[in-house]
C-alpha cells in the first residue's frame, strides 16, 4: 500500500531534549516536505526537500533541521526542543503536484 | 511571495444543502491551487487541483472549485452536503515551479441532521 509513515505518532518530552522524527515513504516521490499544524494557523510549511541531498527552508525553519540522505526518508530533527515547538507535524510526499500527507505526530514540549 | 485567506473558520450547514467555502489568494507570479480535505485526526487528503487548463475543477467525493484570474478567487462548491463531509477544509497555493506551499488557516464545515 502506498503510504507516508511517521514515527512516532504521539511523544511529550522536555525542554532542550534533542528528538528526532522519521518519516518515510514508499512512492519513490523526489518531494518531500514538513508542516506543523496549530488552531488558527492552518499548515506551515517548515522545510522541504525536492531530491536527495537538496533541502530547502519553509515558511517556519527555526529551531528546526532536516536531512534527505536516503530518497525514502526525510526525518525531522529539533535539537534543542522548547515549549513553541508544541504542535501537530506533518511529513508529505509528492508526485507531481499532489501531495500525500502521513497521519501527523503530536508533540508536546514541558 | 503567496498568501491565502479563508474568510470562514466555521460552516455550518444543513444536510443536503449546498455548500460554498470560500479561498481567496494573492501571488505574484502563476499559482496552482489546492483544496484539502482533513477528517478528524486524520492527515489531509487532496479533492481537487488547479494546475492549468479549464478553471472548474472537480474533484472527489462530489466536491468542485472555479478558479477566477480576476478575482483571485479559488472558492470550493458541493451542491449537495452529506453527514460524512462533516470535516475541516484548506485551501493551499503554490508559485508554479516553486516547491514552496502555503496554506490557509481552514474552514470547519459542519453538516447538521
Known amino acids: 500500500e502506498a503510504q507516508v509513515t511517521q514515527n512516532p505518532r504521539y511523544l511529550i518530552t522536555v525542554t532542550g531534549k534533542k528528538l528526532t522524527v522519521t518519516c518515510s515513504q514508499n512512492?519513490?516521490?523526489?518531494?518531500m516536505s514538513w508542516y506543523r499544524q496549530d488552531p488558527g494557523l492552518g499548515l506551515r510549511q517548515i522545510y522541504y526537500?525536492?531530491?536527495?541531498?537538496?533541502?530547502d527552508k519553509g515558511d517556519v525553519p527555526e529551531g528546526y533541521k532536516v536531512s534527505r540522505k536516503e530518497k525514502r526518508n526525510f526525518p525531522l530533527i529539533l535539537e534543542s526542543p522548547s515549549p513553541n515547538q508544541t504542535s501537530l507535524y506533518f511529513c508529505?510526499?509528492?508526485?507531481?503536484?499532489?501531495?500525500?500527507f502521513g497521519p501527523g505526530t503530536r508533540l508536546l514540549v514541558l | 511571495a503567496q498568501s491565502v485567506t479563508q474568510l470562514d473558520s466555521q460552516v455550518p450547514v444543513f444536510e443536503e444543502a449546498p455548500v460554498e467555502l470560500r479561498c481567496n489568494y494573492s501571488s505574484s507570479v502563476s499559482v496552482y491551487l489546492f483544496w484539502y480535505v482533513q477528517y478528524p485526526n486524520q492527515g489531509l487528503q487532496l479533492l481537487l487541483k488547479?494546475?492549468?487548463?479549464?478553471?472548474l475543477v472537480k474533484g472527489i467525493n462530489g466536491f468542485e472549485a472555479e478558479f477566477n484570474k480576476s478575482q483571485t478567487s479559488f472558492h470550493l462548491r458541493k451542491p449537495s452536503v452529506h453527514i460524512s463531509d462533516t470535516a475541516e477544509y484548506f485551501c493551499?497555493?503554490?508559485?508554479?515551479?516553486?516547491?514552496?506551499?502555503?496554506f490557509g488557516t481552514g474552514t470547519r464545515l459542519k453538516v447538521l441532521a
Open positions: 526537500s525536492m531530491n536527495v541531498e537538496v533541502t
Open positions: 493551499a497555493v503554490s508559485g508554479a515551479g516553486t516547491y514552496k506551499y502555503i
Open positions: 488547479y494546475l492549468s487548463g479549464s478553471t
Open positions: 508529505a510526499s509528492s508526485s507531481g503536484q499532489t501531495q500525500y
Open positions: 512512492m519513490n516521490h523526489e518531494y
